[in-house]
């Protein structure tokens, strides 16, 4: 059995919560759990643990995921906010996800980041971050709606020569959901940009040069809300066929 480890995602006491007010939660996205789940694949959310405890848990793992969620903290690549109060993100989880990835890079374990996740892999090698791309990038396309949420999609564009290209030759669709108000800004040492949004050049995948193509790389789009779209759009399958192919070597 190949045993994905996928970070969590963390809410924080609230008392005015009526279910667990007053506990800290780790989840797992529910199209997320789908997405990863295959006859012989297992995903397995990783919890918050002390950091010894933490690396017996990461031992176990085969490969890893860095799922979506809150905001990364402008404190996580360098930066202060860029309005007073806002866009603040979650620095603790930023910290959890950072000493999960480094200790899948160290042990060369194959890493998939989606959206939060493919943000956070690109602090991780000391890239930076738009804060808000409709305040920074006025100009830039709408890549986050509301109520839209996973409807709101874009055109794709594969960068020439890159393993995206190669991967994504035969299918017709040219299209990912866009479901983020962040967005790469400098893109961090020794990763490959493989996909962007032609209206505006923003970001949208990219490989990690230090490893095999394709076995740490990250997308900003959500493969695992494809299911749910009412557009077609690219299979997403195929970048995690990709990278189960990974696994064990």
């Known amino acids: 059995m190949i045993k994905i480890g996928v970070t969590s995602c963390f809410m924080y006491p609230d008392p005015t919560r009526l279910v667990f007010g007053h506990k800290s939660l780790n989840y797992l996205e529910a199209d997320m759990g789908r997405y ?31 799922q979506g969620g809150s905001d990364l903290s402008p404190s996580t690549y360098g930066e202060t906010p860029i309005i007073e109060g806002k866009w603040l993100g979650d620095k603790y989880r930023d910290e959890y996800e950072l000493g999960v990835l480094d200790f899948a890079l160290k042990n060369e374990k194959p890493v998939l980041g989606i ?7 690109n602090a991780y090698f000391g890239g930076t971050l738009y804060q808000d791309i409709k305040t920074q990038r006025p100009e830039a396309l709408l ?3 509301a109520d839209l949420y996973d409807q709101l999609n874009h055109k794709i564009e ?3 020569g890159s393993l995206m290209q190669r991967l994504y030759t035969h299918d017709p669709h040219d299209a990912v959901n866009t ?31 230090g490893a095999e193509p394709g076995k740490v790389m990250g997308v900003q789009w959500h493969p695992e809300f494809h299911y749910n779209s009412k557009t077609p759009l690219v299979d997403p399958e ?3 066929d990709h990278f189960l192919g990974f696994v064990g070597k």
């Open 238 to 240: 195929v970048i995690y």
């Open 158 to 160: 594969w960068s020439v």
């Open 179 to 209: 479901v983020h108000h962040q967005g790469l800004k400098t893109v961090g040492k020794g990763l490959e940009v493989n996909a962007f949004s032609p209206e505006d050049g923003i970001v949208e995948a990219f490989v990690w040069n």
């Open 115 to 121: 959206c939060r996740g493919f943000q956070l892999m």
């Open 143 to 145: 890549h986050r709606d």
């Open 36 to 66: 990863l789940s295959r006859q012989g694949v297992m995903p397995i959310l990783i919890p918050d643990l002390p950091k010894a405890e933490l690396i017996s848990f990461l031992k176990e793992m085969d490969a890893f995921v860095l």
